[in-house]
T-cell receptor, first 116, second 113 residues
Framework: SAVISQKPSRDICQRGTSLTIQCQVD?????MFWYRQQPGQSLTLIAT?????????ESGFVIDKFPISRPNLTFSTLTVSNMSPEDSSIYLC?????????????FGEGSRLTVL | AQSVSQHNHHVILSEAASLELGCNYS??????LFWYVQYPGQHLQLLLK??????LVKGIKGFEAEFIKSKFSFNLRKPSVQWSDTAEYFC???????????FGTGTRLQVTL
């Protein structure tokens, strides 16, 4: 398994500001992902955080709005830039412990952002 | 691109009732299938998964799911639900060699005493 710590767990932010969310894993992992869970909706993948290179973004998400860093195999950050109320959501860090037969994703507890 | 459909958005059951939550996906190739559960105020946890082999998969807490390839389905079942099963349930699919998951919209299960 993997233990994932996210900071902050929740925050209230003002429109136009930026917030960086940190994700720390208790062991080295190859794959790290950032998901968004908007109120009453499912999880949507924002991007794959690649160690040592630029993140891979899904359709509808761009680096200028959601810059991601991944300096090593246990840590990543997601920044939500120039926030608006539509960015109010839970942001989840996820990692994969890969085994060809049993690989699964583990999730952090999420960071609940409210933008006023 | 693949998609995942969960047709039941909100299900209300009495304790001891049987449960079946539908999940259908659209992808013609090899898939890995997952059910995750999110209890109130907690993070997502894996209930069960299917990679290959026996299409009837047993998970934690008495849950099971059956992969029916011809129907592109992976429905979740439990013979007798408990109040503590109140949670949101998400079906997810991984296709090919990609690691990322595509999630369904989720089903909110409410179990009444």
């Amino acid at each position: 398994s993997a233990v994932i710590s996210q900071k902050p767990s929740r925050d209230i932010c003002q429109r136009g500001t930026s917030l960086t969310i940190q994700c720390q894993v208790d062991s080295q992992v190859t794959m790290m992902f950032w998901y968004r869970q908007q109120p009453g909706q499912s999880l949507t993948l924002i991007a794959t955080a690649n160690q040592g290179s630029e993140a891979t973004y899904e359709s509808g998400f761009v680096i200028d709005k959601f810059p991601i860093s991944r300096p090593n195999l246990t840590f990543s950050t997601l920044t939500v830039s120039n926030m608006s109320p539509e960015d109010s959501s839970i942001y989840l860090c996820s990692v994969e412990k890969w085994d060809p037969n049993t690989g699964e994703l583990f999730f952090g507890e999420g960071s609940r952002l409210t933008v006023l | 691109a693949q998609s995942v459909s969960q047709h039941n958005h909100h299900v209300i059951l009495s304790e001891a009732a049987s449960l079946e939550l539908g999940c259908n996906y659209s992808y013609g190739g090899t898939v890995n299938l997952f059910w995750y559960v999110q209890y109130p105020g907690q993070h997502l946890q894996l209930l069960l998964k299917y990679f290959s082999g026996d299409p009837l998969v047993k998970g934690i807490k008495g849950f099971e799911a059956e992969f029916i390839k011809s129907k592109f389905s992976f429905n979740l079942r439990k013979p007798s639900v408990q109040w503590s099963d109140t949670a949101e349930y998400f079906c997810a699919v991984r296709t090919g060699t990609a690691s990322k998951l595509t999630f369904g919209t989720g089903t909110r299960l409410q179990v009444t005493l």
